[in-house]
């Protein structure tokens, strides 16, 4: 079955060719498109639609919001398991490990995922998709390089996400010491990358660099 990640740079909306994309490989009659986020001390009701306006411009109709930690976790679990497509929103990184990573909904996630179901991270979201979830200075309380594991919906790969807007290039750089030499993205706001099991299948948005043969290259 073939497996579709779709990781952005920075917070939502979808660039209009990815959405598309991400539409286009949900199944209909599947179930919603769940979106999983961290809630914020502002409401959320007015800012989480921002992630699905694009996918429903791409004539999706049903959408699940599923605030954490707020809602149950049995409730995220079926949802899940139920649902033709996943978000995974953005935010404190750690916070979503927290609440995502080695639990029954990261287990469930990880479950529709190696069935076909896409799945899509924005910044935070993304950062928990790898093996490696690494987390730059500037996106942690410590302010140093940090890391953690992640979902592991793709092995071997060192994401940095905000990169231009951060100046993150030493992160990368960081991570690529720390963990050897792996593919390795920096993405920045604005811009999205689709790996098609595993492998880098579309970009679009602004940049997209990766550090190759210790040189910074831009890819996209």
Not at 2 to 20: E, I, M, S, V, Y
Not at 71 to 86: K, L
Not at 187 to 210: F, H, K, P, Q, R
């Given at each position: 079955?073939?497996?579709?990640?779709?990781?952005?740079?920075?917070?939502?909306?979808?660039?209009?060719?990815?959405?598309?994309?991400?539409?286009?490989?949900?199944?209909?009659?599947?179930?919603?498109?769940?979106?999983?986020?961290?809630?914020?001390?502002?409401?959320?009701?007015?800012?989480?639609?921002?992630?699905?306006?694009?996918?429903?411009?791409?004539?999706?109709?049903?959408?699940?919001?599923?605030?954490?930690?707020?809602?149950?976790?049995?409730?995220?679990?079926?949802?899940?398991?139920?649902?033709?497509?996943?978000?995974?929103?953005?935010?404190?990184?750690?916070?979503?490990?927290?609440?995502?990573?080695?639990?029954?909904?990261?287990?469930?996630?990880?479950?529709?995922?190696?069935?076909?179901?896409?799945?899509?991270?924005?910044?935070?979201?993304a950062l928990i998709s790898p093996e490696l979830c690494i987390?730059?200075?500037?996106?942690?309380?410590?302010?140093?390089?940090?890391?953690?594991?992640?979902?592991?919906?793709i092995s071997e790969l060192l994401l940095s996400v905000h990169?231009?807007?951060?100046?993150?290039?030493?992160?990368?750089?960081?991570?690529?010491?720390?963990?050897?030499?792996?593919?390795?993205?920096?993405?920045?706001?604005?811009?999205?990358?689709?790996?098609?099991?595993?492998?880098?299948?579309?970009?679009?948005?602004?940049?997209?660099?990766?550090?190759?043969?210790?040189?910074?290259?831009?890819?996209?």
């Open positions: 079955m073939d497996k579709h990640l779709f990781l952005n740079g920075g917070g939502p909306p979808f660039t209009p060719d990815l959405a598309r994309k991400f539409a286009s490989k949900t199944q209909a009659g599947a179930g919603p498109v769940v979106v999983l986020f961290v809630e914020r001390e502002e409401g959320w009701e007015d800012y989480i639609p921002i992630y699905t306006r694009p996918l429903a411009d791409a004539g999706l109709t049903e959408f699940r919001y599923l605030p954490l930690p707020a809602t149950p976790v049995d409730v995220v679990v079926q949802s899940i398991e139920n649902c033709s497509g996943i978000i995974i929103g953005g935010g404190d990184t750690d916070l979503y490990a927290d609440y995502i990573v080695d639990t029954a909904i990261g287990g469930a996630i990880k479950l529709k995922y190696e069935s076909g179901v896409p799945v899509a991270g924005f910044s935070a979201g987390i730059s200075a500037k996106d942690n309380e410590s302010r140093q390089f940090d890391h953690r594991k992640g979902l592991n919906l990169f231009t807007q951060w100046a993150d290039e030493d992160h990368l750089r960081t991570a690529l010491r720390t963990f050897g030499d792996l593919p390795n993205y920096g993405i920045d706001e604005e811009t999205g990358i689709y790996l098609l099991n595993g492998a880098l299948e579309m970009v679009e948005g602004g940049g997209v660099y990766s550090v190759v043969n210790d040189i910074l290259a831009k890819i996209h």
